[in-house]
């Protein structure tokens, strides 16, 4: 499974971004395909996930009301909705995939076998 992020930027805070990840390599039935962020000198943390058959989704707290992850099935991509961003948003982000998650490891980064490459969002205040 191969995972191409792309979408950061800089923006001012208050203002909107979408990123995209576009999966390919396999049929991701069974997957989860999530999105994880990683700021300076802090660890790794979830954001938000979506497992592709049926599309449930689960958010972290610090994303839930401003963000929304989706898929498009014909693309094999999955966005991350980001709107309100703030400056505490400013990180590295990452798409990454899973095969057999389930609700109580679907946030924890180390089920996630396969990892993007990343991409920067800077949100100045």
């Known amino acids: 499974v191969q995972l191409q992020a792309s979408g950061g930027g800089l923006v001012q805070s208050g203002t909107s971004l979408r990123l995209s990840c576009t999966v390919s390599?396999?049929?991701?039935?069974?997957?989860?395909v999530g999105w994880f962020r990683q700021a300076p000198g802090k660890e790794c943390e979830f954001v938000a996930t979506?497992?592709?058959?049926?599309?449930?989704?689960s958010s972290a707290d610090s994303v839930k009301g401003r963000w929304t992850i989706s898929r498009d099935i014909s693309k094999n991509t999955v966005y991350l909705q980001m709107n309100g961003l703030k400056a505490e948003d400013t990180a590295v982000y990452y798409c990454?995939?899973?095969?057999?998650?389930?609700?109580?490891?679907?946030?924890?980064?180390?089920?996630?076998?396969?990892w993007g490459q990343g991409t920067l969002v800077t949100v100045s205040s």
């Open positions: 390599g396999r049929t991701l039935h069974g997957y989860h």
């Open positions: 990454a995939a899973a095969y057999g998650a389930i609700v109580t490891t679907r946030t924890r980064a180390d089920v996630y076998r396969f």
């Open positions: 979506l497992k592709w058959s049926g599309g449930a989704t």
